[in-house]
């Protein structure tokens, strides 16, 4: 069974960093896409980030946010500076089997982390 866990989500000010971490058990992903995607209140979910052979981010994190996975394809990071209040959200970690997917299509995805609440205070 394939279990995705995020963690690293907290209450921070406008301008500081954070750095969230997804889990992956049950399989590795070095072969598939992984992604995150946040939702905040009232808004439909959206694609922050993901990472397959190369990385992809949404035009209002570009320069700010940085995705990275381990060697072993089991854990993937997302490095956020220059936090800003419209950052705040449920940040949700996802995985595809196939690295060849339109990143950017949540339905695309088979597995879903829970989600981890980060809070940007301006």
């Known amino acids: 069974q394939v279990q995705l866990v995020e963690s690293g989500g907290g209450l921070v000010q406008a301008g500081d960093s954070l750095r969230l971490s997804c889990a992956a058990s049950?399989?590795?992903?070095?072969?598939?896409?992984m992604g995150w995607f946040r939702q905040a209140p009232g808004k439909e979910r959206e694609f922050v980030s993901a990472?397959?052979?190369?990385?992809y981010y949404a035009d209002s994190v570009k320069g700010r946010f940085t995705i990275s996975i381990d060697n072993a394809g089991t854990t993937m990071y997302l490095q956020m500076n220059s936090l800003k209040s419209e950052d705040t959200a449920v940040y949700y970690c996802?995985?595809?089997?196939?690295?060849?997917?339109?990143?950017?299509?949540?339905?695309?995805?088979?597995?879903w982390g829970r989600g981890t609440q980060v809070t940007v205070s301006s």
């Open positions: 996802a995985a595809a089997a196939d690295y060849g997917i339109v990143v950017v299509r949540s339905s695309l995805y088979e597995y």
């Open positions: 049950g399989r590795r992903f070095s072969s598939g896409t």
């Open positions: 990472i397959n052979w190369r990385t």
